[in-house]
């Protein structure tokens, strides 16, 4: 594929709200997972909340999109200097060639909880002000930030579990290769709800620790919430220094179980193999992979597995989801802009709440911090149904 710089980025997760306080954490080893307070949940699990969600206010103009979901993404447009970011660029393509192509996978289906709850005693109709377009279905996010953003290009929204706000990088090229636009917002958003954390315990897979990728004792995921954008141009002839561009993306399908990938995986380094394709690079060129690593016994050792046997056990592996937890629909731009992250400043992450590395696993993975200059970095997003996407970034040419 032909690169794409990827200009402006920003973040939210429980790790706080923008670049600096995300690579704070990192670099001191500050998780953001505590014990489930969450609502109504009663669960014995750790979670990964983004504290203040419940404050952001939407314009009167927009209130009618009024969510968790959204109130999360609009935290992350004023992150980082990214809305002005995106103003600029309307300035110079125009607002019908700027796209809008995100991803989440529960949207704000909390609106609908509450609704539920609220509905008539003898009727059982929902309260009137309830609004599904706006608020609970998927595509209100891209709604809402197209509005809030004033762009007028091609726009969705994607939905394919935790490998959601990965796949929009490739639509982004896509639809940027066909001409259809000329840059694009990408990324997206996915908030806590009871639905996901009761979801979850019922195929007993949450942990009721901070989760602890490639340990031994691994007991499953914490989740988490989280939003992220980042915008994504055509390459200029000759990029300033210092210009990031996204090199590769490689999508695939398992095909093999809708919540447990295939044993060796297959599918998992099917995606890694497209991406390194699309990129024109070879395994060896690759300097850190931010990986999936959910903490779950079958995902980690499948993921392991597609790892050394594509990579081998040279190239430095962690997962960040011990800081941040399973962020689900958003994991992808969450771990896209860390791993982006690692890239401009060397810091490659480790993973501090996994104390003893499972030694059936062979990657070398990184339970602590280290440093060294980065030419290029791969993370991998894997969801339920089979789901695979693996993005490539690295230094413009």
């Not at 704070?24 to 489930?36: E, I, M, Q, V, W």
């Not at 915008?231 to 590769?248: S, V």
């Not at 800081?323 to 896209?336: D, M, N, Q």
Request: hydrophobic share 40%.
């Amino acid at each position: 594929m032909h690169p794409l710089s990827l200009s402006h980025m920003s973040i939210v997760s429980s790790l706080g709200a923008g670049q600096d306080a995300t690579l704070d954490a990192l670099r001191s080893g500050r998780g953001g997972l505590k014990p489930c307070s969450f609502e109504t949940v009663t669960l014995d699990t750790h979670i990964g909340e983004v504290a203040g969600v419940d404050y952001i206010r939407l314009p009167p103009e927009l209130a009618g999109y009024d969510c968790r979901n959204n109130r999360l993404a609009e935290m992350a447009l004023h992150q980082d200097g990214f809305a002005e970011a995106v103003a600029a660029a309307r300035e110079r393509y125009g607002a019908d060639r700027i796209g809008v192509f995100l991803g989440t996978s529960t949207s704000g289906i909390l609106s609908a909880e509450l609704a539920f709850r609220a509905r008539d005693p003898q009727t059982g109709a929902l309260p009137a002000a309830f609004s599904f377009a706006t608020t609970h279905s998927t595509g209100s996010l891209a709604d809402f930030v197209r509005c809030r953003l004033g762009l007028e290009g091609p726009a969705f929204v994607v939905s394919s579990a935790c490998a959601t706000t990965s796949k929009v990088f490739a639509n982004a090229a896509r639809m940027i290769a066909t001409g259809l636009c000329d840059a694009a917002v990408v990324g997206g958003a996915d908030s806590l709800c009871l639905t996901t954390l009761y979801g979850f315990h019922s195929l007993e897979l949450v942990s009721p620790t901070p989760c602890r990728p490639f340990d031994a004792e691994r007991s499953g995921v914490s989740l988490g919430e989280g939003a992220g954008f980042a915008l994504l141009e055509r390459t200029a002839p000759k990029p300033a220094p210092g210009t990031i561009h996204l090199l590769g993306a490689g999508e695939s399908n398992d095909a093999h179980h809708m919540s447990t990938p295939h044993p060796e995986g297959l599918g998992a380094r099917l995606a890694m193999e497209r991406a390194l394709a699309s990129a024109g690079l070879r395994p060896e060129d690759i300097d850190y992979v931010n990986l999936h690593g959910t903490a779950t016994t079958y995902g980690d050792a499948a993921e392991d597995q597609a790892i050394t046997g594509l990579l081998g056990t040279r190239i430095p592996v962690s997962s960040t989801k011990g800081y941040t937890g399973h962020t689900l629909g958003a994991a992808g731009i969450v771990e896209a802009i860390i791993s982006v992250l690692a890239l401009r400043t060397g810091l490659i992450p480790g993973s501090p709440q996994t104390r003893t590395l499972d030694p059936a696993l062979r990657s070398r993975y990184l339970q602590a911090n280290e440093n060294g200059r980065l030419d290029r970095v791969m993370t991998n997003s894997f969801g339920f149904g089979g789901s695979n996407s693996s993005l490539i970034f690295g230094w413009a040419a």
